[in-house]
C-alpha cells in the first residue's frame, strides 16, 4: 500500500473514533444511575392551632345593697358619762339613802346597762351591787331629756365605816370606753363598809328606793 493511501486510511479511523467518543454516555449514564431530580420547595408549616382567643374578664359580683335592719334600736348604744347629766339628793339620812339620777343630755337615744359603779369620795372600792339588772336587751332606752334613777344606801352607822362629801359614778357600757367619772356633793354620807349597796337603774324613783 502507497504511503498516501494509508495516511488516508487512518485519519479516516481516527475521525471515526473521535465521532464515537462525542457521542458516547456519560460515567454516570453508562452505568444505570438515574439524574435525581431537584427537590420541590418546603411549603410553609400550617398553624397547628388557631390563635388563643383573650379571656373575657370576669364582671365584679355588685355589692349587696344594704338592708334596713327590723330593730327600730340597733344603733342605739350604752350611755356613757358623756351622754348624761347626774344629780343625787339625800332620800334617807338614817340610812344614808340617797336618790341617782341620770338625765340624757345629747340628741339620740341610749341605754342605762346595769348598775351605776359610785365610788365613795376617797375610798377605796365601789358600792356593792344590789338587786339583779336587766338583761342588755331589756335595758332601760333613755330617749333625749328622759330620765333614769339608782337607789343608794351608806348604811346605818355602825361606828365601822366613814363620812364622805362626795360620790363619783361612771356608767355601766359593757366596754372599754374611758369615763370621765360625774362628781355628786353628799353632805355628810355615811358609808358602812359592808351595808352600803346601789340598785340597777330603774324607770322610777319610787322602785329605786325601795329595793
Given at each position: 500500500m502507497s504511503t498516501v493511501r494509508r495516511t488516508a486510511v487512518l485519519l479516516a479511523s481516527a475521525s471515526a473514533l473521535a465521532a464515537l467518543t462525542a457521542c458516547g454516555p456519560t460515567g454516570d449514564d453508562a452505568a444505570g444511575g438515574a439524574t435525581t431530580p431537584p427537590a420541590s420547595p418546603t411549603k410553609a408549616a400550617t398553624p397547628s392551632a388557631s390563635p388563643t382567643k383573650a379571656a373575657t374578664p370576669t364582671k365584679p359580683n355588685p355589692k349587696p345593697k344594704p338592708t334596713a335592719s327590723s330593730d327600730p334600736d340597733h344603733d342605739v348604744f350604752p350611755c356613757s358619762t358623756f351622754d348624761v347629766k347626774f344629780t343625787a339628793s339625800l332620800a334617807?339620812?338614817?340610812?344614808?339613802?340617797?336618790?341617782?339620777?341620770?338625765?340624757?343630755?345629747?340628741?339620740?337615744?341610749?341605754?342605762?346597762?346595769?348598775?351605776?359603779?359610785?365610788?365613795?369620795?376617797?375610798?377605796?372600792?365601789?358600792?356593792?351591787?344590789?338587786?339583779?339588772?336587766?338583761?342588755?336587751?331589756?335595758?332601760?332606752?333613755?330617749?333625749?331629756?328622759?330620765?333614769?334613777?339608782a337607789g343608794l344606801?351608806?348604811?346605818?352607822?355602825?361606828?365601822?365605816?366613814?363620812?364622805?362629801?362626795?360620790?363619783?359614778?361612771?356608767?355601766?357600757?359593757?366596754?372599754?370606753?374611758?369615763?370621765?367619772?360625774?362628781?355628786?356633793?353628799?353632805?355628810?354620807?355615811?358609808?358602812s363598809p359592808d351595808k352600803n349597796s346601789v340598785t340597777a337603774w330603774m324607770n322610777n324613783a319610787e322602785d329605786a328606793l325601795s329595793l
Open positions: 334617807d339620812p338614817t340610812s344614808s339613802s340617797y336618790l341617782l339620777k341620770v338625765t340624757n343630755k345629747g340628741t339620740k337615744a341610749c341605754r342605762v346597762l346595769g348598775h351605776p359603779i359610785v365610788t365613795f369620795g376617797d375610798l377605796d372600792g365601789h358600792a356593792t351591787e344590789r338587786g339583779k339588772p336587766p338583761a342588755i336587751e331589756d335595758a332601760i332606752r333613755l330617749a333625749p331629756g328622759e330620765t333614769a334613777y344606801m351608806g348604811g346605818a352607822n355602825d361606828g365601822k365605816g366613814k363620812t364622805v362629801n362626795e360620790i363619783s359614778m361612771t356608767m355601766s357600757t359593757e366596754s372599754d370606753l374611758k369615763q370621765t367619772p360625774l362628781k355628786a356633793s353628799t353632805p355628810g354620807l355615811y358609808v
